[in-house]
């Protein structure tokens, strides 16, 4: 009787454990059926949504929150479209011949373009020009960037906001009057660098009469007028770089030098290739910071192509010539900006070009 009972015993335990078994299968089929039919409700209702969509309301375009931004950008776009579309019907005058009296020739085609393509002083103030413009991407580009490395390094906030503060003032003075201070800092007879010269036993050179020199010496000035203003850019793209990046380049063993290489440059690429593609906008633009310096003695190398304009289009009052010239400067800039443009997306992560 006990073995019957033993025997009994374990055919209910077995009978429990099916039966627990069979019914967890039911409990799991029944859930699997009920998230089916769940993720089928949600369908039904996404495509009752899609057939059906609510009217969304449009955002409007003035607010009381951005209707004063509106209003301070206003003077911006007043100005650029008086100084910038409305002088644009002036490029037929390169088409014509015009001057001082009136039309003498309504359409002249291509006349006037080929009346500077064979003269040489156009093409020596064309090399110049690009001369300065070489100087710019090798030193005056590069420059706001180490100056913004740099001051990121900078532990002491004072001491960082006073060199940026220091750095950025030369923006602000005019062309004319930077020219009167380097003029004056570059005497033979009464500068400080001479005095340096001299006092080391050396003879004052007149730097403003060399011609060779002259492109290097502007670039240094340009380099000195605008690095700071310049970095502000730079240093705003870095103050966004997650700090977390920085740490874990240090665990992994990374000094200083190898965090910039691979984590600091990485941060503001972007915004040097948008820095980079839009300067060529305005490759070809040295007027003021060439015609403040200019001198008899150095104009083999000082004449670029808006020198050459003003001197041409003012001066002697060959407006035609004159608009011409500049509106194949401005076709060469255009050429640049879609080609650096169409280039740039070799540079970036998701093969986009920059601007479009």
Known sequence: ??????????????????????????????????????ESIMNIKNATAISNPKKVKKKKLFTKNNIILYIMFLPVLISYIIFHIVPMPGIYLAFADFRVMGFKDIWVGLDNFKYIFNLSNFWDSFWNTWVFVLYNYIFAFPAPILLALLLNELKGKYFKKTIQTISCLPHFLSWVVIASIWISILSPSTGYVNFVIK??????????????????????????????????????ALSSIDQELYEAAHIDGAGRFKQTIYVTLPGIKSTILVLFVLSFSGILNLFDPVYVFQNPMIASTAETLDTYIYKQGVVQARYSMATAVGLFKSV?????????????????????????
């Open 1 to 38: 009787m006990q073995k019957k009972h033993g025997i009994y015993h374990i055919f209910h335990v077995k009978l429990f454990k099916i039966t627990c078994y069979y019914f967890k299968c039911e409990v799991i089929v029944f859930e699997r059926k009920k998230i089916h039919r769940g």
């Open 199 to 236: 006092a080391l036993g050396g003879e004052p050179i007149y730097f403003l009469s060399k011609a060779d020199l002259f492109p290097a010496l502007l670039t240094f000035i340009r380099i000195w007028k605008d690095v700071g203003y310049n970095a502000i850019v730079y240093l705003a």
């Open 332 to 356: 060469i800039s255009f050429v640049f900006v879609i080609l650096t443009n169409v280039l740039s997306k070799y540079f970036t992560e998701d093969r986009e070009t920059i601007l479009w």
